[in-house]
């Protein structure tokens, strides 16, 4: 900085105007680099000192934005900007932001309290505490992503280190542990689908009690939609890490849809007795490597029952092999609305998006239904037919602007197999999902009248129907259709998924675990067995 200045105070030899000009641009280079590097060097600084740079830094972050509209985002950046260092990796902070307001002094503390038990002090003034305070209290009755305490014997208990007058805790955080409960979704259902950022206000339940150590096998074939599907639930689960070598991991995942074998890096044999394979292929065969070799750790297959025109003719023949086991589609993290659509603003009666055809005629047949259920009711606001010719490689506008805008969506199972895409983009809709009934064993499965209307497909008068009582009972359709939306934002979501499948696994490698997890694969087996027992 001082070589800059002796630059503008001895120039080189140039013409006088050219001199002239060039000492006033750097001399404002100086003035403007003096007036920004201290609030630059605060926005990284965490020591626990300087009570006005914190003061200001506070102060800054409140006038430019906790006191515009005090969103959930903007009310915890006033509350922890300069807590940079706390953020995760997706950009949330972690634990609770306890204010301590010094009524007889000059100042009043925040203090961040930290998962590892520890916590670090930031001062600030006291008008700015009044400010922040004042913003919290007049939007917390909005804003159900924040909860206040200021009962003392609350604070006690749950903070018996800090002596603080009021807490605020942020109630929905991004997942960073696991195991954890998830978000309480029967107590106050209303309120939690008025959250802004729903993905975060609604956060999945996770039982995996261990960190793995993982790779994913590249992509190198089709399947590319659930490639992104699996990938995404690998990077939100908190205990499965990463790996670039599949040599360091504990764990390999391999998508035989989304990589041809031959062409895969994983197809070591040294891997196999490691390598989990999640096999998203229709109808019935599995994947069977060249070598014959098929020594998986575990192996899940997502077309687990057989069905003629939509007809179920049992479990797949691979319901007794002790290594395969269901597993169903969950929902995206892109298929999530920041808000949710309230039902007074959804304008179709009902969507059904299916396309049909000879290649699938069960489909065919319920678009049709739903086609000549509209004409019969006269229904005048209503989709039946595709609405897209996207790929599965892309999330469709268009296509979800229908879902959103759906007080009911109709869709059905294809007619060979059970589990599809469009089942969880629906749920992810907010909406009442019509669709055929399913026997595929789901972790926290779907019931009919509480989560979803499962229909006859081969019955069109239960379908009319059942069309015309949800219809008509209009307040019974929109509480079975948001317990629905928070049931699967809880328990299926891409994270889920991938609880599912390593929780699976742990108990394979470690049987003592059983005891501590529940709703594994083992499990969902068992429900099938029992079912097929059943029919026989």
Not at 440 to 450: A, F, N, Q, S
């Amino acid at each position: 900085m001082f070589l800059v200045v002796a630059m503008a105070v001895t120039p080189r030899q140039k013409p006088p105007q050219y001199s002239q000009v060039w000492s006033i641009v750097l001399i404002g280079i100086f003035v403007f680099l003096m007036l920004l590097m201290p609030r630059l060097l605060l926005r990284y600084r965490n020591d626990g000192k300087g009570i006005d740079s914190y003061s200001n830094l506070m102060n800054y972050w409140m006038k430019t934005q906790g006191q515009l509209e005090a969103s959930n985002s903007q009310i915890h950046t006033a509350l922890t900007s300069a807590h940079v260092s706390e953020r995760n990796a997706s950009g949330s902070m972690r634990g609770a932001y306890i204010l301590n307001s010094g009524h007889h002094t000059s100042t009043s503390t925040v203090t961040s309290q930290h998962n590892d038990g520890t916590s670090s002090n930031i001062s600030v003034s006291n008008t700015v505490y009044k400010n922040m305070m004042e913003t919290i209290w007049h939007k917390v009755n909005k804003n159900i992503s924040i909860e206040v305490h200021n009962n003392p014997s609350i604070i006690r208990n749950s903070y018996p280190s800090v002596n603080a007058d009021i807490v605020i805790r942020d109630k929905h955080t991004d997942p960073h542990l696991s195991p954890m409960n998830g978000t309480d979704i029967s107590s106050h259902p209303a309120s939690l689908i008025k959250c802004h950022n729903q993905s975060r206000c609604i956060q999945p339940q996770l039982q995996l009690n261990k960190v793995f150590k993982v790779y994913f096998c590249k992509h190198i074939a089709y399947g590319v939609r659930f490639f992104y599907l699996a990938r995404e639930g690998l990077l939100l689960h908190p205990n499965i890490h990463l790996v670039s070598d599949p040599n360091d991991a504990e764990i390999v995942v391999y998508l035989p849809v989304s990589s041809e074998w031959k062409k895969s890096e994983c197809n070591n044999v040294l891997y196999r007795r490691k390598m989990i394979v999640i096999d998203e292929g229709d109808y019935q065969p599995l994947f069977h490597p060249d070598d014959g070799n098929e020594e998986w750790l575990l192996y899940f297959k997502r077309s687990y029952v057989n069905r003629h025109v939509g007809e179920y003719k049992g479990f797949m023949n691979y319901l007794d092999n002790p290594v395969v086991f269901p597993m169903t589609y969950p929902i995206a993290e892109a298929y999530i609305k920041t808000d949710f659509t309230p039902f007074h603003n959804r304008k179709m009666e009902f969507v059904c998006t299916l396309r049909g055809g000879p290649h699938d005629p069960l489909r065919q047949r319920i678009k049709e239904w739903t086609q000549q259920y509209a004409a019969a009711r006269g229904v005048k606001n209503f989709i039946a037919g595709e609405v897209n010719h996207a790929s599965r490689t892309t999330v469709d506008e268009n296509y979800f602007h229908h879902l959103y805008n759906a007080k009911i969506i109709v869709t059905a199972n294809p007619s060979g197999w059970e589990g599809d895409f469009r089942l969880m983009e629906a749920f992810g809709s907010g909406a009442l999902i019509f669709v055929d009934k399913m026997y595929v064993p789901r972790p926290h499965p779907l019931i009919h009248g509480k989560h979803v209307i499962y229909y006859d497909n081969n019955n069109k008068t239960d379908f009319f129907d059942k069309l015309d009582y949800y219809r008509h009972h209009e307040q019974e359709s929109i509480k079975v259709a948001i317990h629905g939306y928070l049931h699967t934002m809880k328990y299926h979501r891409t994270a889920c998924l991938m609880d599912y499948i390593f929780r699976t696994a742990h108990i394979k490698l470690d049987p003592t675990q059983k005891s501590k997890y529940f709703q594994t694969g083992y499990d969902m087996k068992n429900i099938a067995l029992s079912m097929r027992n059943d029919k026989k």
